[in-house]
């Protein structure tokens, strides 16, 4: 399992905010608005029902997941 990286966040947080980013994202692809899709989140079990500051954060911090390199890279 990879460490942090010296971001002082662990692994398991950094993956539960790029689940909730992607999740976002495939609630917009559906048609949502993005307030929708916030709320749907907020409403959702999986995620422990976020208060809205809670979901900003995690949606900003699986933005930046998303955009960095993958953990495990794909050998063809």
Same mark, same amino acid.
């Given at each position: 399992k990879p460490i942090a990286d010296g971001s002082g966040?662990?692994?398991?947080?950094r993956m539960k905010c790029?689940?909730?980013y992607n999740k976002y994202l495939q609630l !917009?692809? !559906?048609g949502k608005s993005k307030l929708r899709a916030k709320n749907i989140i907020m409403g959702m079990p999986k995620f422990g029902k976020p208060a809205p500051t809670t979901l900003k954060k995690w949606l900003i911090?699986?933005?930046k997941e998303s955009k960095k390199q993958p953990f495990f890279?794909?050998?063809t």
């Open positions: 966040e662990s692994y398991k947080y790029l689940m909730v !917009q692809a !559906q911090t699986g933005k890279p794909t050998y």
